[in-house]
């Protein structure tokens, strides 16, 4: 099992940046690739940006490509995705998720363990 705590989601304007970060306790954290995603109201949850457990191999959606960046810790158990010049259309929850298999992935069904979430509202 693995546990997965989100942080710092919060209200920002339009053009402006956040920085969530996603902990994780319980198995090694090395082991697991990782990748978040984020859910607006009335549609699907969607994929945001992967890694692999190394970090070499990280995937985004074209519609956060160049704006988003993830990145992980290993010796801090954390991931992060760094957000700049956010739209109002990024407005969603975020959850981070761990895939097990190691190699990164933007397909849903491959991650096995998924935070809480933590609310991103990009607004004026």
């Known amino acids: 099992q693995v546990q997965l705590v989100e942080s710092g989601g919060g209200l920002v304007q339009p053009g402006g940046s956040l920085r969530l970060s996603c902990a994780a306790s319980g198995r090694t954290f090395s082991n697991y690739a990782m990748g978040w995603f984020r859910q607006a109201p009335g549609k699907e949850r969607e994929s945001v940006a992967a890694i692999s457990r190394g970090g070499r191999r990280i995937y985004y959606i074209d519609s956060v490509k160049g704006r988003f960046t993830i990145s992980r810790d290993n010796a801090k158990n954390t991931v992060y995705l760094q957000m700049n010049s956010l739209k109002p259309e990024d407005t969603a929850v975020y959850y981070c998720?761990?895939?097990?298999w190691g190699l990164g992935s933007l397909t849903i069904s491959d991650y096995n363990y998924w935070g809480q979430g933590t609310q991103v509202t990009v607004s004026s």
């Open positions: 998720a761990a895939d097990a």
